[in-house]
């Protein structure tokens, strides 16, 4: 018998149930054409959960959640919420299943599609062709190392306290989920910390160092994450892919983002333990600002199912199949208004998702 996929999808706030309703329809030609076969539930969260039941994220939904192969999540948070408390915001129930389902590696591509090369603040010859996976490490380091905390001294300073902290295990398996991830790319990972000053860095380093020995085919670079804040600006297309902490991934993951020009381009993944469920998400949050309209960019979204065909499902034809749509409605000149230029056609959410679906068709031989 076929292999059945099981996916839950969270559409979650604002844009979330747009995208989400072309992503599914990706699904279903999928289903219909390239005979995969998935089970599909669907759930609440964030904010719509907590309008629902009063709280972000049901425990049934998290019941599910680790059950399912894969979550495809839309975006959560918005105005309507913000009064709530920090537990129950919708963000909250977000931050749970991150927690609950142990993702605790965060890949974040920047891709830049020829079509759009101009939309990218750097010259088209920077750009042009990049493709670098960024791996940051998700659930470890400064944001949840102990002690924390702000405390006021006897002499009546206030200090605030986080610590960067990191053991060997979790730095074997964020550097094995990179050396993994490079034998299927160009064969390269480029490691980032501050080893020069933080002793957790040179750590991370040593440690990298001991993983690299079980990949001989993979060449290994250590580079200083400052460093590689620049090379980033300076040179992007010397990266395949960067494996970094927590701390140094969240502010180089948003620099190579801005590389491709806009936000509602832009997938990401987060991976548990091998076997475990694995999150897929747009980069981007719920665009309270443009919800409802029909107007938002759903390419994110798809681009985010076609990492889930990739990584969880090894489905990597049918992730190239969705790939090369995107690229040949771009390249058509089809745009939604976040990615609109000169010259080219202003489509709806609706439309872009017709659009994809019509190039799956033509590129399906
Ligand atoms: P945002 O990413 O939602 O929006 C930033 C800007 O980009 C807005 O102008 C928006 O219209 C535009 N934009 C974003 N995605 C787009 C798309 N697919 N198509 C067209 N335009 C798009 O960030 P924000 O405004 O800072 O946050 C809004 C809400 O989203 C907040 O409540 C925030 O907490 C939440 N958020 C959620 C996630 C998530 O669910 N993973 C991530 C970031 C922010």
Redo the contacts with the bound molecule.
Sequence with gaps: MDKEYTILMLP?D??GPE?MGEARRVIDWLGAKRNLKFKIHEGLVGGAAYDAHGMPLSPEILELAKQVDVVLLG????PKWAGVDYDRR??AG?LTLRKELELFANLRPAICFEALVEASSLKPELVSGLDIMIVRELTGGVYFGEPRGIETLENGERRGVNTQVYTTSEIHRIARVAFDLAGKRDGRVTSCEKANVMESGLLWREEVTVIAAEYPEIKLDHMLADSCAMQLVRAPKQFDVIVTDNLFGDLLSDVAAMLTGS??MLPSAALGAKGGCAMY??V???????AGRGI??PI?TILSLAMALRYSFDCATEARLIEDAVQKVLAAGLR???IMQPGREQVSTAVMGDSIIGALDSLNK
């Design positions: 979650g604002g844009i995208i975006a959560v948070g918005g919708p963000e977000l936000l509602g998400e747009p981007h949050g719920s665009a309270p600002d443009i938002a960019n994110a939604t208004a976040d």
